[in-house]
Structures are given as C-alpha cells and as structure tokens.
T-cell receptor
Framework: AQTVTQSQPEMSVQEAETVTLSCTYD???????LFWYKQPPSRQMILVIR??????QNATENRFSVNFQKAAKSFSLKISDSQLGDAAMYFC????????????FGKGTRLSVIA | KAGVTQTPRYLIKTRGQQVTLSCSPI?????VSWYQQTPGQGLQFLFE???????NKGNFPGRFSGRQFSNSRSEMNVSTLELGDSALYLC??????????????FGNGTRLTVT
C-alpha cells in the first residue's frame, strides 16, 4: 500500500522569507501524481500544486514550487516570499495515475507565518 | 461556478444515534469522494461514488454508508454513532474518476461531534 510521510508536524517562517515543507512517499508504481493541498482555518482543502511523476520538470505555481526527486521518492514544497495568508495546514498527497484509486494523504504540516 | 457544498457545517449527536451528511458537487462533476479527518488519524478515505455507483471503499465498518443520486449529489450515513466518530467529514468532487490527475475539489466539511 502506498504511504505518504510528512516528518515536520509544525513549521514557522518569517513573513517574506522562504520555507520548505518535506514529504516522502512509498510506492511501487512508476506512474502517479503528487499533490500539495492547503487547509486554512476555514477547513476547505485547496489544491496548491500538482506534479506528474513522468515529468522531470518541477511544477511551479507563482510563489509555490516543488522539488520532485523520483528516485528518492521525495516531494518537497517551497513557499517563497511567505505571506500571512499562507498560514495553514499543508498536506502532501499521492494518487496512482491509472484506475480509480483514492488520494492518500500525509498527516500534514502546520505552517505558521510570523509578521 | 459554485463550489462543493456540504451541509450541515456543524452537527452534535449522541452516542447510538444516526446521522446523515449531504454533499453537492461542482456542477458537471460526477465523482464524489468522502474523507474522515481526525487529529490522530489524519485524512482517511471513506468511499467514492461515480454515476450513482460505489466504486471504491476505504477500511471503515459497515456503520458508514453512502449513496449518490442521479444529480450527483451524495449523502453519507453513520449509524449507531460512537464517540470515535467525532471528526471533520470532507466531501470532494472531481470531473473524471479514471484519471489520477483529475484534481479533487473539496467542500468546507461537516464537523460532527458525538457526545
């Protein structure tokens, strides 16, 4: 079974600084998708960024980028120029590319942004 | 376009009672998934429906059940509530159930408290 591990339960960052959240996963599949979701106090999970395993290029969405290391099964999220609104729980998630399989989530990292 | 709508937002029930939660997906989305979120276990997959058929089920007891209607709206039911069922229940919809990269769009969740 696939597992997703986020080893940092909590992190903090100064406003305008850069922070990296870690995620590792375990799978025997070669084709899959990885996601980072953000859950603010409003509780709604919001998709931040996604990466297709067959693409070597790291995904980027404005201030958010990933460092995808397929051989190491690592998928970290970098937030640049951190803003107060970035404070939230961040979840790393995995999904097989084929078939009907659910998202598998990590336990999450709570990010605090210090003004 | 309206997002995923879950009702009610909060619910307080007593042990032994049953509860029904509702989810209206984004218009045009035919896949609806349910997740249970607790501080200890994180996000755990309950089940997924596509075109009124349950296509996948997580490792939950039979007290947890669901259904999907012809308009793609979904309900989940928990019978004989236990204290451990207290959780945030998240519903997510997606466009295409067979593609791993079809992102899930989440609702704000229903916070269930069992006393």
């Amino acid at each position: 079974a696939q597992t997703v591990t986020q080893s940092q339960p909590e992190m903090s960052v100064q406003e305008a600084e850069t922070v990296t959240l870690s995620c590792t996963y375990d799978t025997s599949e070669s084709d899959y998708y990885l996601f980072w979701y953000k859950q603010p106090p409003s509780r709604q999970m919001i998709l931040v960024i996604r990466q297709e395993a067959y693409k070597q290029q790291n995904a980027t969405e404005n201030r958010f980028s990933v460092n995808f290391q397929k051989a190491a099964k690592s998928f970290s999220l970098k937030i640049s120029d951190s803003q107060l609104g970035d404070a939230a729980m961040y979840f790393c998630a995995y999904r097989r590319s084929s078939g009907n399989t659910p998202l598998v989530f990590g336990k999450g990292t709570r990010l605090s942004v210090i003004a | 376009k309206a997002g995923v709508t879950q009702t009610p937002r909060y619910l307080i029930k007593t042990r032994g009672q049953q509860v029904t939660l509702s989810c209206s997906p984004i218009s045009g989305h035919r896949s609806v998934s349910w997740y249970q979120q607790t501080p200890g276990q994180g996000l755990q997959f309950l089940f997924e429906y596509f075109s009124e058929t349950q296509r996948n089920k997580g490792n939950f007891p039979g007290r947890f059940s669901g259904r999907q209607f012809s308009n793609s709206r979904s309900e989940m039911n928990v019978s004989t509530l236990e204290l451990g069922d207290s959780a945030l229940y998240l519903c997510a919809s997606s466009l295409n159930r067979d593609r791993g990269n079809s992102p899930l769009h989440f609702g704000n969740g229903t916070r269930l408290t069992v006393t």
